[in-house]
T-cell receptor
């Protein structure tokens, strides 16, 4: 069975500082991995995805993530935080099989301090 | 090209009642998945419909049921509502590719 663990339910950084949100996954097959962002009272927006091509994936809004198979990790980073990055971030895994379901982590709330 | 839309945006129901939530998939998409997101939690997979047939189900009781119509829009029905059914319900559409799922804005259900 697949699972996702997001380390840290809350992360707080200063504006301009590095953002690092951690995600570890478990999957019995090569996974597809995703990061989604959710702003208050909104749905999910895809930030980026890993689908077995390049291990360093660049997404929208300056975010990127690196797939590390040996560490079963897919951590999300952004070099310089902006106030508009404050939101809830979810890591998700899919095995790409018939039902295409996404298994989500519990989420990490990112707060940006001025 | 319109995105995924859901209706209603919010609704309040009483325990024991029934509710129907609606989702219009993105143009050209033939697959719809439904997720339940309880407050402070990540979304959980309820079920998926592909070309009007259920194509996978998560760990939800039978009182959660669904339909997909020929135009690929979908409904989620929940019978005998319980307080724990209070959540944001999200639908996602795709064209048979798990790497390309697009989410709607969700329906916030409150059960009192």
């Amino acid at each position: 069975a697949q699972s996702v663990t997001q380390l840290g339910s809350h992360v707080s950084v200063s504006e301009g500082a590095l953002v690092l949100l951690r995600c570890n996954y478990s999957s019995s097959v090569p996974p597809y991995l995703f990061w989604y962002v959710q702003y208050p009272n909104q749905g999910l927006q895809l930030l980026l995805k890993y689908t077995s091509a390049a291990t360093l994936v660049k997404g929208i809004n300056g975010f990127e993530a690196e797939f590390k198979k040996s560490e079963t990790s897919f951590h999300l980073t952004k070099p310089s935080a902006h106030m508009s990055d404050a939101a809830e971030y979810f890591c998700a895994v899919s095995d790409g099989r018939a039902d295409q379901k996404l298994v989500f982590g519990q989420g990490t709330r990112l707060t940006i301090n001025p | 090209e319109t995105g995924v839309t859901q209706s209603p945006t919010h609704l309040i129901k009483t325990r024991g009642q029934q509710v129907t939530l609606r989702c219009s998939s993105q143009s050209g998409h033939n697959t719809v998945s439904w997720y339940q997101q309880a407050l402070g939690q990540g979304p959980q997979f309820i079920f998926q419909y592909y070309r009007e047939e259920e194509n996978g189900r998560g760990n939800f009781p039978p009182r959660f049921s669904g339909l997909q119509f020929p135009n690929y829009s979908s409904e989620l029905n929940v019978n005998a509502l319980e307080l724990d059914d209070s959540a944001l319900y999200l639908c996602a559409s795709s064209f048979g590719d798990p790497r390309e799922q697009y989410f709607g804005p969700g329906t916030r259900l409150t059960v009192t």
